[in-house]
């Protein structure tokens, strides 16, 4: 089996139609989603706040790099525009693939596909809603969820973290 842990976000147009579009697109292969939080902008400040959650995908027959592929396929879909002059500019949907296990956890340093991700262990955004969603969760490579949110860079970012528990992406999984 291969299950994965993919980042979503958002912060230009309908930020939550475009969240609820990339559970969607996942289907059935979705096993959990977590709740969705308001975020501050990370690493580019000039920029609207962003909306986040993550999923936990499970599909035996679907490989790391097919996670990938399935992650852009649904940025493309909601019609995701790439600035290469802006590295962490705003979008409409972002979809990153944290970490996969293949029973074991998968580890990658090719550039297109790394793994775990290179800065997920730097971003509350993805830290806090993992943690809500698996409190006992470890990022390969880096330890526990948990604490990781006692690092430094870490806890300077989590009181903008905030739930929107009027918005949800559970009736979609
Ligand atoms: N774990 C990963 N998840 C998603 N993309 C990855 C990963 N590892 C490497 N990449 C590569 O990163 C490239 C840039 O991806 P993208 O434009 O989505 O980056 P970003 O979302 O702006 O920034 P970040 O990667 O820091 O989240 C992609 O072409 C992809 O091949
Ligand atoms: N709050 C927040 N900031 C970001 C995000 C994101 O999803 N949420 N994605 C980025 C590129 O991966 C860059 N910065």
């Given at each position: 089996?291969?299950?994965?842990?993919?980042?979503?976000?958002?912060?230009?147009?309908d930020?939550?139609?475009?969240?609820?579009?990339?559970?969607?697109?996942?289907?059935?292969?979705?096993v959990?989603?977590?709740?969705?939080?308001?975020?501050?902008?990370?690493?580019?400040?000039?920029?609207?706040?962003?909306?986040?959650?993550?999923?936990?995908v499970?599909?035996?027959?679907?490989?790391?790099?097919?996670?990938l592929?399935?992650?852009?396929?649904?940025?493309?879909?909601?019609?995701?525009?790439?600035?290469?002059?802006?590295?962490?500019?705003?979008?409409t949907?972002?979809?990153?693939?944290?970490?996969?296990?293949?029973?074991?956890?998968?580890?990658?340093?090719?550039?297109?596909?790394?793994?775990?991700?290179?800065?997920?262990?730097?971003?509350?955004?993805?830290?806090?809603?993992?943690h809500?969603?698996?409190?006992?969760?470890?990022?390969p490579?880096?330890?526990?969820?948990?604490?990781?949110?006692?690092?430094?860079?870490?806890?300077?970012?989590?009181?903008?973290?905030?739930?929107?528990?009027?918005?949800?992406?559970?009736?979609?999984?």
């Amino acid at each position: 089996m291969t299950r994965a842990l993919l980042s979503i976000g958002g912060n230009l147009g309908d930020r939550l139609a475009y969240l609820r579009a990339a559970v969607a697109r996942l289907g059935t292969s979705v096993v959990r989603v977590s709740g969705v939080y308001e975020t501050p902008p990370w690493g580019d400040s000039a920029q609207p706040p962003y909306l986040n959650a993550v999923v936990l995908v499970d599909d035996p027959t679907v490989t790391a790099r097919e996670w990938l592929t399935r992650a852009q396929a649904c940025e493309s879909a909601e019609g995701r525009v790439r600035d290469p002059e802006r590295r962490f500019g705003p979008r409409t949907l972002d979809v990153d693939v944290i970490a996969v296990w293949d029973g074991e956890p998968v580890v990658s340093d090719d550039p297109e596909l790394t793994l775990p991700h290179p800065r997920a262990h730097l971003r509350a955004f993805v830290l806090v809603p993992w943690h809500e969603m698996q409190p006992d969760a470890d990022l390969p490579g880096h330890g526990s969820v948990a604490a990781l949110l006692g690092t430094p860079e870490v806890a300077a970012d989590i009181a903008g973290v905030s739930p929107r528990p009027d918005l949800s992406l559970e009736s979609m999984a």
